[in-house]
């Protein structure tokens, strides 16, 4: 969308190189009939109350920003997804995300990955006291 900039002036005849737009205002007099609207008010002085065949912004009518936006926005989701999944693609070919080539093959001895410890014995650990002991008048 490129926004287009209107200068007009206050005038209150329209002699000379200018002609009432409305509203008190006036714009150049070549910019009359120009087929693109230069009049900043909805009733279209200019273009003679806007006829079917004037184009805005210079852009053919029929082809409205709400389906450009559409479109564009389409298109942006369906090229970051393609783009997305040739990331993929590209990280699995050259191994670059530690992709695994399948399941791991079932081995025939297991083998400890740590040495085990012995348990302790139970009858080397120091017990606590008993409850008589703690509290003989109780």
Do not use: Q
Request: aromatic fraction near 14%; charge should be negative; include cysteine.
């Amino acid at each position: 969308m490129v926004p287009n900039i209107v200068f007009i002036t206050v005038c209150k005849d329209t002699r000379g190189a200018y002609r009432y737009c409305g509203g008190g205002a006036c714009i150049y007099k070549e910019y009359f009939e120009d087929r693109v609207f230069n009049c900043p008010y909805k009733d279209c002085l200019d273009e003679n109350g806007c006829s079917v065949s004037v184009t805005m912004d210079g852009m053919d009518s029929g082809f409205e920003l709400n389906t450009r936006v559409t479109v564009t926005a389409t298109t942006s989701i369906f090229l970051s997804f393609f783009l997305f999944l040739g990331c993929i693609w590209l990280c699995r070919y050259f191994d670059m995300l530690c992709w695994s080539a399948g399941p791991a093959p079932p081995s025939s001895e297991a083998s400890p990955s740590a040495p085990t410890t012995p348990s302790p014995d139970s009858h080397d650990k120091d017990l606590p006291p008993a409850y008589e002991t703690l509290f003989p008048d109780r």
